[in-house]
């Protein structure tokens, strides 16, 4: 059974920086294509960045703008999220999520990926 468990979550300062891990368990993590979402109570779950299986391609949500960045290590079985020049608005809870197949494209929608973590919150303060 695959298991996903987010870690690194907390209240920051706007302007500060997070990371997240997510360790991923029951599966061969090499194989996975990896994604972070975040949600609010106001908004579906939003696509925040992928990494491809073997690491070398990423993508963003078009809010990141440089801000983010996504990391994977196959040797811990752990997936992170570097959260810089943090707003407000990025006050969310933060989701991994794997696919264990190639998907079509970039996967972006949160009905690609086949698990799920609980989330971490992440909350900015002005």
């Known amino acids: 059974q695959v298991q996903l468990a987010e870690s690194g979550g907390g209240s920051v300062q706007a302007g500060g920086s997070l990371r997240l891990s997510c360790v991923v368990s029951g599966g061969i993590f090499s194989h996975f294509h990896l994604g972070w979402f975040r949600q609010t109570p106001e908004k579906v779950r939003e696509f925040v960045a992928y990494i491809h299986q073997e690491g070398e391609y990423r993508a963003y949500g078009d809010f990141v703008k440089g801000r983010f960045s996504i990391a994977r290590d196959n040797d811990k079985n752990t997936v992170y999220l570097q959260m810089n020049s943090l707003k407000p608005e990025d006050t969310a809870v933060y989701f991994c999520?794997?696919?264990?197949?190639?998907?079509?494209?970039?996967?972006?929608?949160?009905?690609?990926?086949?698990?799920w973590g609980l989330g971490t919150q992440v909350t900015v303060s002005a």
């Open positions: 999520a794997a696919i264990g197949r190639s998907p079509v494209g970039v996967p972006k929608s949160a009905g690609q990926y086949e698990y």
